[in-house]
């Protein structure tokens, strides 16, 4: 049995959802910000999933993420292969093995949405935009304390035992599957949906990092593991209730991904240290978060803004050249990568190329774009498994012609998976 929901453009999320546990539960006035411009990780990872539920291949993912989602399906039919013999291993050994019995697979249920409670809250509406003025916005009945879109949940055929497999197809390592609390939230989804579940194992799969952690939590532990939730939840719900930063705590990198990190007066006040003493002339000496949020004060927490800025880039690239030279410790978390810009230096001789993988429609549509569009739709259209190969070869194509020239290299530091350290 299927029960397939994989509609992800218009379901609507719980404003305290378990992707956003760990989040609240280190900083309860965080607020996921939404990203105008997603990143190239994210999209992928988005197609990735679809793949996953539809079973369908999509010709725009690279052959490396089509893999990784072909061996996420594997896992899904090892997983389901093993409820299968430890049932038959049950009738055999409960000699109830009769040709008359007829029993159906384990239950699948993809993307399905998973209510840790029936609880019902006034909550105020949470800002859907990514903005940093909903607070209070009025209120909304949201049922249940959390509740989330699990990737696969299988149930075993007696309904004792279940499996939820998250798939996580970016490149930063998530928190092991024993503490995470995504994890815990969807755990708790199942044994509320299946009384008579015994135990859940979650497993969360990163393939980009090679990289899987699992954990089984049993019914007994439930008691607390719901503690646990309710008491993040409460403390975020009461944060947006009031609009209070009193509990805040800025940290990296939940500040990072935060909607409210020009608006916390936490993160202010290191701010406006940091334009004192990097430039005392023109940011005052008492220069509070009051005053900067202060709209009559626009001109001043904007210079603020602007110090901070230039000495966080002015930091970073001190920082680097150290690291470079051999004079500074290579940050933990971090790595040397170089890069080099290419410049377009014959047109005629890049559009030669370039015909023999796209029509001239295709190719005129990547006029205005960059690089990366064109080398997407190359691509795109090569057969799969030789997609990598097909843009590599267009690039040393495009240097022999010397339709392109490449810039000066150049090295930076960039942050890098913990497994990957």
């Known amino acids: 049995m299927s029960n397939n929901n994989t509609n992800t453009q218009e379901r609507a999320h719980h404003p305290y959802s378990p992707s956003s546990l760990e989040s609240l539960e280190a900083c309860p006035c965080f607020i996921n910000r939404q990203s105008k411009t997603p990143h190239e990780r994210t999209i992928a990872g988005t197609k990735a999933h679809a793949v996953v539920d539809s079973k369908t291949d999509d010709a725009t993912l690279s052959?490396?993420?089509?893999?990784?989602?072909?061996?996420?399906?594997?896992?899904?039919?090892?997983?389901?292969?093993?409820?299968?013999?430890?049932?038959?291993?049950?009738?055999?050994?409960s000699k109830l093995d009769s040709p008359g019995i007829t029993v159906s697979g384990p239950l699948e249920i993809r993307e399905g949405y998973w209510p840790v409670d029936s609880e019902l809250f006034d909550d105020p509406t949470p800002p859907l935009d990514g903005s940093t003025d909903a607070w209070k916005q009025g209120s909304q009945r949201v049922v249940a304390t959390t509740a989330g879109y699990a990737d696969t949940v299988l149930v075993s055929h007696c309904r004792t035992k279940a499996e939820v497999l998250d798939w996580k197809f970016g490149r930063w390592k998530v928190t092991e599957a024993?503490?995470?609390?995504?994890?815990?939230?969807?755990?708790?989804?199942?044994?509320?949906?299946?009384?008579?579940?015994?135990?859940v194992r979650v497993t969360f799969v990163q393939p980009l990092l090679e990289s899987q952690t699992e954990w089984v939590f049993k019914r007994e532990d439930v008691a607390a593991l719901y503690l646990r939730v309710q008491t993040v939840v409460a403390r975020a719900r009461e944060a947006r209730r009031t609009g209070d930063f009193t509990a805040a705590n800025p940290c990296v990198p939940v500040c990072n991904f935060c909607g409210n990190l020009g608006k916390c007066p936490k993160v202010a006040a290191f701010a406006c240290e940091v334009g004192k003493k990097f430039y005392p002339l023109d940011i005052p000496d008492n220069i509070t978060p009051t005053m900067i949020h202060d709209p009559h004060n626009t001109n001043l927490a904007m210079r603020l803004a602007s110090?901070?800025?230039?000495?966080?880039?002015?930091?970073?690239?001190?920082?680097?050249?150290?690291?470079?030279?051999?004079?500074?410790?290579?940050?933990?978390?971090?790595?040397?990568?170089?890069?080099?810009?290419?410049?377009?230096?014959?047109?005629?001789?890049?559009?030669?190329?370039?015909?023999?993988?796209?029509?001239?429609?295709?190719?005129?549509?990547?006029?205005?774009?960059?690089?990366?569009?064109?080398?997407?739709?190359?691509?795109?259209?090569a057969p799969r498994g030789l997609k990598k190969a097909a843009i590599q070869g267009f690039k040393e194509e495009l240097e022999k012609e010397v339709a392109v020239r490449r810039g000066e290299a150049y090295s930076f530091l960039k942050a890098i998976p913990a497994s990957k350290k």
């Open 63 to 93: 052959d490396e993420d089509a893999e990784n989602a072909a061996a996420c399906l594997d896992l899904v039919a090892k997983r389901k292969q093993a409820m299968e013999e430890d049932f038959q291993r049950y009738l055999k050994e």
């Open 178 to 199: 024993r503490t995470n609390l995504q994890g815990v939230a969807y755990a708790l989804g199942v044994f509320h949906a299946y009384p008579t579940v015994q135990e």
């Open 307 to 381: 110090v901070v800025k230039v000495w966080a880039e002015a930091f970073r690239t001190q920082v680097t050249d150290r690291v470079l030279a051999r004079r500074a410790d290579m940050p933990e978390g971090f790595r040397i990568e170089t890069k080099q810009s290419r410049e377009i230096v014959d047109m005629a001789k890049l559009k030669e190329v370039a015909l023999k993988h796209l029509t001239p429609e295709e190719f005129e549509k990547t006029l205005t774009t960059t690089f990366g569009a064109l080398e997407d739709l190359i691509s795109e259209k």
